[in-house]
């Protein structure tokens, strides 16, 4: 049956015929078929046809000539970022919001479309995201003022993938709003292998600071080239690991011929996905993930990557709608609660901690997020309370602080506690955290799952010991090599500097080192930078290094080491 056919059918006929036609043998129980109805309705409206219009819209003009979309063209902006908007429905819905770049004048912007949820309250945001600029600058003399940057692969198949999220998720009751963005300056970066990601952290950082709860995000980036098969590489850090699993599970449901590899890397930086894991939000990305010196048996590298040639016409469409099919299904399929009782989850990666370098003194934030990964929870439910311990070396425990949070909680979304940690010296290296959710009363599908620990390291702004390479030292023939190293921990954004006092066995300076700043972590200083006090070279004994680590705005001494060296003639 054809998918036009499928469309003129009842939706709950769609999905009924949709489950027969698309869950792999084995697979679906009534169970399996009632909570992936409305990711098989979202499926069954992705359109291959308009996925193919949308890419040709964005790479090409009318008369079939390849454009441009790099960061600094107006047209990007103007034509490109207003094309977008109006595939989204268009102003008022679909709105151009201005961010700033700190790499060009030209005008940047993110184009936003925001699906409303359609209970209230809303369940908070799940986002659909993907970059729209392009660049062609591995092509040989490539002009990027002057030059076309189509981007037909990377990523106008993503911003596909958005167009096809608009058209079939606007239908579909969902408890949640959707935010469909599509990014800006994604590659604004200056040389290969430098991500930027300028639009996105703007958008994040702003939503952010705005407090809304984020279940998560799907980036889709580069997913339409591949002549040989259909494959997809699906990022996930730890915390997105339920997202990814959720997704996989999905994809072998409305596009069982897609091969779904997974990769988990806690640094992946390459994408818009890594502007909401710097926020500590979850996000997967989808993407091909073969570059041209990447090529293998299984997936051929994309020779068009980053270049002119990138355009609408060696694209593998049907690549690229499966690969929609599987993300536009996902976000549909949290409208489904889990099967089963209500199940509170609490795990160490959503425990967060603010700072992410904790000292000793500090007023850390902790930010407790409470998951509810089974079924709907009766209303009202009253509260449940979190509890944050410290455990102490000797196996005891130390109460940091408790908060209440109301339920509900939706099936899948998560309220937050935010518990204050007063760090004390007793903190000192590695601290264990435990988050315990208690909740009173509420039948759960089980409560192993209700306390999670979490490592962090604390630490002292002081100076370790100071040691001298080499040691003993020849002056006569290891002056040059011979440094101090030392670790100094510093806090995040404050400045601080070192400077550091020779003195011989009677206690008389012989030698000082001027002020420098002091970098997080290793730390050297160098001898032929120290000024030696008095005429000739020191003679040979035992000598102190006296290193001071100061506030640079003050002046203050903060911590201070030593260490001893012998000087050899």
């Known amino acids: 049956m054809s998918q036009r056919a499928l469309r003129i059918l009842p939706i709950g006929a769609v999905a009924s015929v949709l489950a027969l036609a698309l869950v792999p043998r084995g697979f679906a129980s009534e169970r399996d078929l009632a909570v992936s109805r409305p990711a098989i309705r979202a499926a069954a409206l992705v359109d291959s046809a308009r996925i193919v219009a949308t890419v040709r819209s964005l790479s090409a003009d009318t008369t079939g000539a390849p454009t441009s979309r790099y960061f600094e063209r107006t047209e990007t902006y103007a034509v490109h970022a207003r094309t977008i908007q109006n595939l989204l429905g268009g ?9 700033e770049s700190l790499r060009s004048d030209t005008l940047q912007v993110n184009v936003i479309r925001v699906l409303p949820s359609s209970t209230i309250p809303s369940a908070g945001y799940v986002f659909l995201t993907a970059h729209y600029d392009a660049t062609g600058r591995r092509s040989t003399g490539w002009d990027p003022l002057a030059d076309p940057a189509p981007g037909a692969d990377d990523n106008a198949s993503g911003v596909a993938c958005l167009i096809e999220a608009y058209e079939c998720l606007r239908g579909i009751p969902l408890p949640f709003e959707v935010g469909l963005v599509a990014f800006g300056a994604e590659e604004a970066s200056g040389a290969i292998g430098s991500f930027v990601l300028e639009g996105s952290r703007a958008f994040v950082e702003s939503f952010e600071e705005a407090g809304y709860p984020v279940l998560g995000a799907i980036n889709c980036d580069m997913i339409a080239f591949n002549p040989d098969r259909k494959k997809v590489d699906l990022v996930s850090n730890a915390a997105s690991t339920w997202l990814a699993d959720l997704l996989e599970t999905t994809a072998a449901l409305v596009a069982p011929g897609l091969q779904v590899v997974r990769i988990q890397n806690e640094s992946s930086a390459n994408s818009d996905h890594a502007s909401f894991w710097a926020f500590a939000e979850d996000a997967v990305m989808l993407i091909e993930n073969e570059f041209p010196n990447q090529s293998n048996a299984l997936y051929p590298g994309n020779p068009n990557y980053h270049m002119e040639s990138d355009t609408a016409g060696a694209l593998n469409y049907g690549m690229a709608a499966d690969i929609t099919r599987a993300a536009v299904a996902t976000v549909a399929a949290l409208a489904d609660p889990p099967p089963g009782p209500p199940d509170l989850l609490v795990d160490a990666p959503h425990v967060v901690v603010l700072p992410r370098k904790v000292f000793v003194g500090d007023r850390a934030s902790v930010e407790v997020r ?21 455990r102490e070396p000797g196996g005891g425990a130390r109460t940091i602080g408790e908060e209440s949070i109301d339920l509900p909680i ?49 630490f002292r702004n002081e100076i370790a010991a100071v040691r001298a390479v080499t040691n003993p030292v020849r002056l006569d023939r290891a002056v040059a ?25 009677n206690g008389r300076r012989v030698a000082h080192h001027p002020r420098e700043g002091a970098q997080d972590g290793g730390n050297f200083l160098l001898w032929r930078n120290f000024a030696v006090e008095g005429d000739g070279d020191l003679p040979s004994g035992v000598y102190l290094v006296d290193v001071r680590l100061l506030d640079r705005g003050t002046g203050a001494e903060v911590s201070a080491g030593a260490g001893k060296f012998v000087i050899q003639h």
Request: glycine share 8%; aromatic share 8%.
């Open 91 to 99: 102003a008022p819905d679909a709105l151009r919001i201005p961010f």
């Open 370 to 390: 409470v998951f509810n990964r089974g079924g709907p929870i009766a209303s009202p439910a009253g509260t449940a309370r979190v509890v944050l311990e410290v």
């Open 410 to 458: 939706a099936p899948w979304f998560y309220k937050r506690a935010l518990i204050t940690w007063e760090v004390q010296g007793r903190d000192e290296g590695e601290a264990r955290v435990v988050a315990r959710v208690i909740a009173a009363g509420l039948a759960e599908a089980g409560t192993a799952n209700n306390e999670a620990t979490k490592d962090v390291t604390v």
């Open 481 to 505: 090599d011979l440094r101090f190293e030392f670790e100094a921990p510093i806090r995040p954004g404050v400045l601080q500097d070192v400077e550091a006092s020779v003195y011989d066995i």
